[in-house]
């Protein structure tokens, strides 16, 4: 598939058909994304392939607080976890997420409710002892330092997508770090970037919904005049 076109139509997939997803097809999407850029070229990724059922079970338990406290948020209008949130605020609207866990209980479920189901469950983790993470603080969160794994988890996924795979990265087990910590057996140094849905797709999104570039870039300063076509 041509490039641009993969970048411009590679959307969330998190409905899958019933096919399986083989260990060599797995093998081939990583063989792919191993080319992705890393600082340093340390390749500091790791990746655990999730195949046994009850670790999948744990999984898709350690996702679910994290989905229902995200719709909590959303509902009472704030973007689920954003770093500058009010924390007060967050507290009242996460009142709301066991409500939300209820009502999931009530009903068939989706895409959360069935994570251990999907055809293939991939964890992506960084290993920190080759992260150069140029922003680090005394106990300050680093951003630079997932710009070395996450190219890579968005590689599998393009991989995927050239592979007639489809998948989603997600990232709702942070909320419960600690328990995936122990599903995987995670050593001190190993940061849970996120974790890969993949499979057949039912559906293809046909159109993504993406803001404009003259939303976003702008000319010599933040506030600056937006870069337009010409
Ligand atoms: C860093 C990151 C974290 C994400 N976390 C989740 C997640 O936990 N659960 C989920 O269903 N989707 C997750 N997504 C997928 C986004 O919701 C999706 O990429 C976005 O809404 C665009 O959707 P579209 O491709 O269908 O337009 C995540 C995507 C990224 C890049």
């Keep these: ?42 390749q500091c990724w790791r990746v655990v392939v999730v195949e046994d059922p009850e670790k999948r079970r744990a999984l898709r338990d350690a996702y679910l607080p994290g989905w229902y406290e995200y719709l909590a948020l959303s509902k009472a209008g704030l973007v689920p976890f954003a770093v500058v949130n009010d924390l007060d605020e967050e507290a ?25 189901e999907v055809p293939a469950l991939l964890v992506v983790l960084a290993d920190l002892r080759h992260v150069a993470a140029m922003d680090r603080g005394d106990g300050a969160t680093t951003f630079v330092g997932g710009a070395s794994v996450y190219p890579f988890a968005w590689s599998i ?9 489809g998948g989603v990265m997600t990232t709702m087990v942070r909320r419960r770090d600690a328990d ?15 974790v890969l849905a993949l499979g057949r797709p039912i559906a293809r999104p046909t159109k993504l919904t993406r803001s404009s570039v003259e939303s976003f870039a702008t000319i010599d300063v933040v506030e600056g005049a937006p870069l337009e076509p010409a």
Excluded: Q, W
Excluded at 157 to 165: I, K, T, V
Excluded at 180 to 194: K, W
């Design 1 to 42: 598939m041509e490039i641009r076109e993969a970048l411009r139509t590679t959307g969330a997939v998190r409905a899958f058909d019933g096919t399986p997803v083989d260990r060599r097809t797995i093998y081939d999407l990583l063989d792919t994304a191993r080319f992705a850029p890393s600082g340093g070229n340390r």
């Design 157 to 165: 996924l393009l991989a995927a997508r050239d592979a007639g795979l």
């Design 180 to 194: 995936v910590r122990a599903i995987l057996g995670c050593e001190p140094h190993h940061e849970v970037a996120c």
């Design 92 to 116: 009242a609207a996460l009142r709301d997420a066991p409500a939300m866990a209820a009502h999931a209980r009530s009903g068939p479920g989706g895409f959360a409710e069935h994570l251990d």
